[in-house]
């Protein structure tokens, strides 16, 4: 059985960092696309960052880039949204998805596989 598991979420202030870690299990880690989606109050959920489906690439959302990434560590199948200089419009439920790349003709990503429970990031102003 696939599952995820988000944890890290919390309450910073604009500026600071968080760490978000999605634990993985019942499937090939290795070969996996994860990606970090998220959905804040009254907005569709967006994507993060995922894999880019045509270079394989990692594909940052403009809102994100330069200030957010998604380290990963194989040995304990978990990947990672490492979010510095956080921004009060950063906050929303932040989930982890499998299957997770960025397709060009959607100009979004899109996961295809199972998904984390989500879990809350609140940055103050």
């Known amino acids: 059985e696939v599952q995820l598991q988000a944890s890290g979420g919390g309450l910073v202030q604009a500026g600071g960092s968080l760490r978000l870690s999605c634990a993985a299990s019942?499937?090939?880690?290795?070969?996996?696309?994860i990606g970090w989606f998220r959905q804040a109050p009254g907005k569709e959920r967006e994507g993060v960052s995922c894999i880019s489906s045509s270079n394989g690439s990692t594909y940052y959302a403009d809102s994100v880039k330069g200030r957010f990434t998604i380290p990963s560590d194989n040995a304990k199948n978990t990947v990672y949204l490492q979010m510095n200089s956080l921004k009060p419009e950063d906050t929303a439920v932040y989930y982890c998805a499998e299957d997770a790349n960025y397709y060009s003709h959607f100009g979004k990503c899109v996961a295809f596989g199972s998904w984390g429970q989500g879990t809350q990031v609140t940055v103050s102003s």
């Open positions: 019942g499937f090939t880690f290795d070969d996996a696309a």
